[in-house]
């Protein structure tokens, strides 16, 4: 858990250490553990957890062999009240834990008999799993640093969902009930051993090119990416197989192709012209009609409101109108903001720019 080069380091560890199992952690084995035979097994482990008093703590625990067996699955009743059952990512309930008596500290002990103490535990972002088990542990592989560099990872981690649908095919953590620990544990179980098989280099997001478009930059960040324009647009912005592009002719028929596609994709970009196009006709004839122009601003307001409403958790979506350059969004002249949030992490988001 981790990594030592000095006696002051190792020092400082051993005293951390001590200090997490006066507060109930607990080790399941060092590293130079060994068995008889030499095999060194790995197990998937994904936690749940909720909202407590006292913080988050640990309301399931599924474990996957090598074979993608789950071997241990539990529900765990937490020691402080529950302030946030968190059931859109946990799918856990008040219902789920009512006749729950399994604690904390029985499960240390279940995983104590369970795992060898020379087992590699994997996980995606591991470190809230363990913490939420009160565990310690020194041979961990980490999904979302496996398939990630220290460059990338300072902008951001892959998620789990876009690892398994980009290098499993497997679409998980799409239902509104929340997440399943032994669908996790079993993708995160999937990926490392894809890894072994394709090696070290595979599924590492390359470095960005500077002389990249935006867009172009943004599909290497592992975030499916739309962009809804004019053809003529989408070649001048997006150029060929950068993002997906989707070519429209008028606003209506843009703000349908957008909700169809909405289900698959983390951000979507979408260009309403209608703003555009009135105030060139005003500028052409040399008058200003404040009244026509209004209307056009209330029906792209519809459309963004109806855009917002097909929007799943977890996408944002950027709507430009009106007129002006595109590489200057910075310079927009008013800025609108639909937002909906229930959970940390469970959000949609609009951001309308109406360029003048």
Same mark, same amino acid.
């Given at each position: 858990?981790?990594?030592?080069?000095?006696?002051?380091?190792?020092?400082?560890?051993?005293?951390?250490?001590?200090?997490?199992?006066?507060?109930?952690?607990?080790?399941?084995?060092?590293?130079?553990?060994?068995?008889?035979?030499?095999?060194?097994?790995?197990?998937?482990?994904?936690?749940?957890?909720?909202?407590?008093?006292?913080?988050?703590?640990?309301?399931?625990?599924?474990?996957?062999?090598?074979?993608?067996?789950?071997?241990?699955?539990?529900?765990?009743?937490?020691?402080?009240?529950?302030?946030?059952?968190?059931?859109?990512?946990?799918?856990?309930?008040?219902?789920?834990?009512?006749?729950?008596?399994?604690?904390?500290?029985?499960?240390?002990?279940?995983?104590?008999?369970?795992?060898?103490?020379?087992?590699?535990?994997?996980?995606?972002?591991?470190?809230?799993?363990?913490? #939420?088990?009160?565990?310690? $542990?020194?041979?961990? /592989? !980490? @999904?979302?640093? =496996?398939?990630?560099?220290?460059?990338?990872?300072?902008?951001?981690?892959?998620?789990?969902?876009?690892?398994?649908?980009?290098?499993?095919?497997?679409?998980?953590?799409?239902?509104?009930?929340?997440?399943?620990?032994?669908?996790?544990?079993?993708?995160?179980?999937?990926?490392?051993?894809?890894?072994?098989?394709?090696?070290?280099?595979?599924?590492?997001?390359?470095?960005?090119?500077?002389?990249?478009?935006?867009?172009?930059?943004? #599909?290497?960040?592992?975030? $499916?990416?739309?962009? /809804? !324009? @004019?053809?003529? =647009?989408?070649?001048?912005?997006?150029?060929?197989?950068?993002?997906?592009?989707?070519?429209?002719?008028?606003?209506?028929?843009?703000?349908?192709?957008?909700?169809?596609?909405?289900?698959?994709?983390?951000?979507?970009?979408?260009?309403?012209?209608?703003?555009?196009?009135?105030?060139?006709?005003?500028?052409?004839?040399?008058?200003?009609?404040?009244?026509?122009?209004?209307?056009?601003?209330?029906?792209?307001?519809?459309?963004?409101? #109806?855009?917002?409403?097909?929007?799943?958790?977890?996408?944002?979506?950027?709507?430009?109108?009106?007129?002006?350059?595109?590489?200057?969004?910075?310079?927009?002249?008013?800025?609108?903001?639909?937002?909906?949030?229930?959970?940390?992490?469970?959000?949609?988001?609009?951001?309308?720019?109406?360029?003048?």
């Amino acid at each position: 858990m981790w990594e030592v080069s000095s006696r002051a380091g190792a020092s400082e560890t051993v005293c951390h250490e001590r200090h997490m199992k006066t507060n109930g952690f607990m080790r399941l084995g060092r590293a130079e553990a060994t068995s008889d035979d030499g095999e060194i097994p790995m197990y998937s482990i994904d936690c749940e957890m909720c909202e407590t008093a006292e913080g988050m703590e640990l309301t399931r625990l599924s474990v996957v062999n090598e074979s993608l067996d789950c071997i241990y699955d539990t529900l765990v009743k937490p020691t402080n009240p529950i302030t946030d059952y968190k059931t859109q990512f946990s799918g856990i309930t008040e219902k789920s834990l009512e006749n729950v008596t399994k604690t904390l500290g029985s499960v240390q002990r279940d995983l104590g008999r369970l795992l060898p103490a020379h087992a590699i535990l994997i996980g995606h972002s591991l470190e809230n799993d363990l913490f #939420a088990l009160k565990f310690i $542990h020194d041979s961990v /592989i !980490d @999904t979302s640093i =496996l398939y990630s560099t220290p460059a990338s990872r300072a902008k951001y981690k892959p998620s789990l969902r876009y690892l398994s649908r980009k290098h499993l095919g497997l679409t998980i953590q799409a239902g509104s009930d929340g997440h399943c620990s032994i669908e996790d544990a079993k993708a995160c179980m999937r990926l490392v051993l894809l890894k072994f098989e394709r090696g070290s280099d595979f599924g590492i997001p390359k470095a960005a090119d500077a002389s990249q478009s935006f867009f172009s930059q943004l #599909a290497t960040t592992g975030n $499916h990416v739309t962009f /809804i !324009d @004019t053809p003529g =647009l989408i070649q001048r912005y997006c150029g060929v197989g950068n993002v997906h592009s989707i070519p429209c002719v008028n606003d209506d028929e843009a703000l349908e192709k957008a909700c169809k596609v909405a289900e698959k994709t983390d951000l979507l970009w979408v260009h309403f012209h209608a703003v555009e196009m009135e105030m060139k006709v005003q500028h052409s004839v040399g008058t200003s009609n404040s009244a026509a122009l209004n209307e056009v601003l209330q029906a792209t307001d519809s459309r963004v409101k #109806a855009l917002f409403a097909s929007l799943p958790s977890g996408t944002a979506c950027l709507v430009i109108a009106g007129s002006g350059d595109l590489h200057e969004v910075n310079g927009y002249g008013s800025c609108t903001f639909w937002h909906c949030t229930s959970g940390v992490g469970n959000w949609k988001a609009v951001l309308l720019y109406i360029l003048m």
